[in-house]
């Protein structure tokens, strides 16, 4: 009896000193890692407060950057060196030169990514699902070389299916189809459904976000990007996923308010490129594709375009860059489509002064919610943007989860991330990014016809509701920084 107690008490004290060392180390992990003091000692708190439970959550979701993947293409290009200055020489006349309102507007994203704007782009807005699936499907269907496909999302439901057997006939056809998912955000895909695309010779990859021993539980990454390429001529990026709710036809849903374009010109080979850096971390291999441009420099649309990819892999938060310079250059308009919108104080703070310079500001974020917790703390910002001028609306026509910008009458964009911390400092993002009044045009119609079918909303619309409410939004703001 005595020893059972002794070798429980010894037990008990190995496992109380080694959660203490786990937790200090976690401590000091935190303060050499943070990105900001507040984080910090948020985590550091949680650690010393309720560590058998702050200590593996700070390791599956506290961590701001994502290992190796810049390390992996900087290795692909030293590998792939002629072919990627060979693939440069072909772009380079297609290049836009930056300069007056185009600089002011965009220059500052050519420095952040380190790629370039190319000029005679067509960009068309495709609004909801079956006009956006009906496109993608119809330059699927005329593939002659290969289609390049990524999604966060992929069900194996109606959309799902017959996206599947598309693809599976022109694998047949001898098109070759590369295919890459999130293996997180598309958890409930059947191995069915990747057997049967892979049987068809589609190459089937999942992103594979834990990959290497630095990030094998780090599932708080996710690759949120939604692309399609075919044959290097026409590509596709925007907020839809594939699956049965982006169409509208889901009971849970309803309407599903979502926004794609469609690019042509030599912008696609800057969407593709992004689709390879992807691909190389995922499959370890390049596929042959085509860098010619189809149309001559000078001709083509008259958009100038960059597909601009944001992630969790370098020293700047380059998705958080991408909305200050969009809500800091704005002169007259700065309107927002986001479905999240769950932000730092530094997006407050510009969206405040950009109200207090006398712009239009107005975000449009969702009437009824998909995700409980990010819905709720939106609530808690609405005073304090109020205050500023700034006007917030709430969808009542469906479910809204476009992801669109416009700043006055030249600059948009149309991607996949979202006005919250998530996409802006653990997601793998693209937007793509329009220089051009005819498209900004375009997009100010577009978000028109949404804000008709809004209600304005403001402090009232927290301070009156019930105390249970007020305080599940403030206990929702606290999960702010992962959300």
């Known amino acids: ?13 190995v496992l109380l000193v080694t959660l203490e060392l786990l937790a200090v180390a976690t401590i000091f992990d935190i303060v050499m890692k943070a990105r900001s003091a507040a984080g910090a000692w948020g985590w550091s708190m949680a650690v010393l407060a309720l560590p058998f439970l702050a200590v593996p959550l700070y390791w599956i979701l506290g961590r701001h950057r994502f290992r190796g993947y810049r390390e992996r293409l900087l290795e692909a290009r030293k590998q792939h060196e002629a072919a990627f200055q060979s ?28 790629r370039r704007f190319s000029v005679g782009n067509k960009v068309g807005l495709l609004i909801d699902g079956e006009r956006t699936f009906e496109a993608i499907f119809a330059a699927v269907a005329e593939a002659k070389r290969y289609v390049l496909v990524q999604f966060f999302i992929v069900r194996d439901d109606g959309l799902g299916g017959r996206f599947r057997e598309l693809l599976e006939r022109k694998a047949r056809e ?8 999130d293996e997180i955000g598309s958890y409930s895909l059947s191995r069915r459904y990747r057997r049967s695309l892979r049987e068809a010779g589609v190459e089937v990859h999942p992103f594979h976000s834990t990959q290497g021993p630095s990030n094998r539980f780090q599932i708080n990454f996710r690759n949120h990007r939604k692309i399609v390429v075919v044959d290097g001529r026409v590509g596709f990026v925007g907020g ?60 083509g649309g008259p958009a100038t375009v960059l597909p601009l990819p944001t992630g969790p892999v370098g020293e700047i938060e380059d998705g958080t860059i991408l ?62 943007l109020e205050a500023a001028g700034v006007k917030i609306y709430r969808y009542d026509g469906g479910f809204l989860h476009q992801k669109v910008f416009v700043v006055d009458d030249i600059l948009s964009g149309v991607g996949t991330a979202n006005l919250d911390n998530r996409s802006m ?4 993002e693209v937007t793509a990014v329009v220089l051009c009044q005819s ?7 577009m978000l028109e016809a949404d804000f008709s079918r809004c209600r304005q909303v403001g402090g009232d619309d927290y301070s009156d509701r019930p105390w249970w409410f007020r305080l599940a939004v403030r206990f929702s703001r606290l999960f702010s920084p992962i959300l």
């Open 439 to 445: 498209f900004a045009a375009d997009v100010a119609t």
């Open 240 to 299: 839809h996923n594939v699956g049965d709710e982006y169409l509208g036809i889901s009971k849970k849903y309803g309407p599903w308010r979502d926004t794609h374009v469609e690019l042509s010109g030599p912008a696609v080979l800057g969407l593709q490129i992004v689709f390879l850096g992807d691909y190389y971390w995922a499959a370890r291999s390049i596929p042959e594709l085509d860098w010619d441009v189809a149309s001559p420099p000078g001709e």
């Open 174 to 181: 001898g098109v070759r189809v590369h295919f890459l998912y």
């Open 425 to 428: 400092r653990l997601n793998f």
């Open 323 to 384: 909305f200050l310079n969009a809500i800091t250059r704005a002169r007259r308009r700065l309107w927002i489509a986001t479905p999240y919108f769950v932000t730092d104080e530094s997006i407050r703070s510009a969206l405040q002064m950009a109200a207090l310079r006398g712009i239009d500001v107005r975000v449009m974020i969702p009437g009824r919610p998909d995700k409980w917790v990010p819905w709720l703390a939106t609530f808690a910002y609405l005073s304090e």
């Open 1 to 13: 009896m005595f020893d059972a107690l002794l070798e429980r008490a010894v037990l008990g004290t």
């Open 87 to 114: 693939v440069m020489e072909r772009l380079r006349p297609h290049f836009a030169r930056l300069e007056g309102e185009g600089l002011r507007y965009a220059g500052v994203l050519e420095r952040l990514s380190e």
